[in-house]
Nanobody
Framework: QVKLVESGGGLVEAGGSLRLSCAGS????????IGWYRQAPGKERELVAA???????NYADSAKGRFTISRDNAKNTVILQMNSLKPEDTAVYYC??????????WGQGTQVTVSS
């Protein structure tokens, strides 16, 4: 079964950085936009950043200027570099397709905790 695997979360102090990695496989992964989503306790899941197959990027307002999304199609990975982290960035982070009809079942994600 095709799946995307997230890694790289952890506990960091406010102002710190984390690098999340999303590993996929196959032509569907390399040919389509991939997004990083997050869900904080008691809140709905939201799209934080996305990158198209050609490398064009888009960010939620909360991520602009602090997060950078990139992809390496040769390695089938999408990276989310998060800098200047804030306590409000605390959430479970997931990667998945952006196209609704390609969305996979949500996995376990990776926990990011930012302490104040």
């Amino acid at each position: 079964q095709v799946k995307l695997v997230e890694s790289g979360g952890g506990l960091v102090e406010a102002g710190g950085s984390l690098r999340l990695s999303c590993a996929g496989s196959g032509s569907t992964f390399s040919d389509n936009a991939i997004g990083w989503y997050r869900q904080a306790p008691g809140k709905e899941r939201e799209l934080v950043a996305a990158v198209t197959s050609a490398g064009y990027t888009n960010y939620a307002d909360s991520a602009k200027g602090r997060f950078t999304i990139s992809r390496d199609n040769a390695k089938n990975t999408v990276i989310l570099q998060m800098n200047s982290l804030k306590p409000e960035d605390t959430a479970v982070y997931y990667c998945n397709y952006v196209r609704y009809d390609l969305l996979l079942s949500w996995g376990q994600g990776t926990q990011v905790t930012v302490s104040s």
